[in-house]
């Protein structure tokens, strides 16, 4: 099954230019208008404020990891990295029923 999940990347660089936007799932991942709806409108979000930070003052931190300026403002360089995306938590309901994995 490794190769299997992998098989989407070569649809996606065939098609790349095809779409707009490639939404891989798994079989058992319930996706409704409703989040689409909001990965739309964080998307326009996203880029009003990128177009915004074009215009800032927001100095670039510098390369040093330990001296990074972590709270505040973003870069326009930091934003422009941002993408909305999906987190996926499973809850057990009822252990005896649907009891927990073991391996």
């Known amino acids: 099954t490794r190769a299997l999940a992998r098989q989407h990347r070569y649809v996606i660089r ?3 230019m095809e779409y707009d936007s490639f939404i891989i799932l798994e079989d058992d ?3 409704t208008q409703h989040h689409v709806q909001h990965f739309l409108q964080m998307s326009n979000q996203l880029q009003m404020l990128q177009q915004q930070s ?3 003052s927001v ?4 390369n ?3 001296n990074m300026k972590f709270d505040g403002e973003m870069t ?3 934003l422009k990295r941002l993408i909305p995306g999906f987190i996926r938590v499973e ?3 009822d252990e005896t029923t ?3 994995q073991t391996k």
Do not use: F, H
């Open 54 to 56: 074009a215009s800032s």
């Open 14 to 16: 065939d098609k790349l």
């Open 91 to 93: 809850v057990l309901l």
């Open 29 to 31: 991942m319930r996706i």
């Open 59 to 62: 100095v670039e931190p510098m």
């Open 64 to 66: 040093d990891p330990y």
């Open 76 to 78: 326009q360089n930091q």
């Open 98 to 100: 649907n009891g927990a």
